[in-house]
Nanobody, 122 residues
Framework: QVQLVESGGGSVQPGGPLRLSCAAS????????MGWYRQAPGNQRELVAR???????HYSESSQGRITISRDNGKNVLYLQMNNLKPEDTDDYYC????????????????WGQGTQVTVSS
């Protein structure tokens, strides 16, 4: 079982920054894709950004310019730096990993974190 522990969520005023982290553990050898998704109650979960093991990134159109995704492959930690936050950024944010290879060389497809809440309000 792969565990994903998210941190860094909270309340912030409009215009402020926030940095989310997601630490993956569980005898992991490699993770091909790591990403952040957001979801409001009653809505579908949608991609914010994702990053691949080689470093290439993909951002949703609404995330471009204010959000930077990064990862530490050695520590299996994923980050999401969000700047100039707006009230419409308020949501639950979820960490996602895909195509995980365990140290036993067993491959698994996907895991989700429990989510961390981001609230942008004055």
């Amino acid at each position: 079982q792969v565990q994903l522990v998210e941190s860094g969520g909270g309340s912030v005023q409009p215009g402020g920054p926030l940095r989310l982290s997601c630490a993956a553990s569980g005898n992991i050898f490699s993770i091909q894709e790591m990403g952040w998704y957001r979801q409001a109650p009653g809505n579908q979960r949608e991609l914010v950004a994702r990053i691949f093991s080689g470093g290439s990134t993909h951002y949703s159109e609404s995330s471009q310019g204010r959000i930077t995704i990064s990862r530490d492959n050695g520590k299996n930690v994923l980050y999401l730096q969000m700047n100039n936050l707006k009230p419409e950024d308020t949501d639950d944010y979820y960490c996602n990993v895909k195509n995980i290879t365990r140290r036993s060389m067993v491959s698994e497809y996907e895991y989700w974190g429990q989510g961390t809440q981001v609230t942008v309000s004055s």
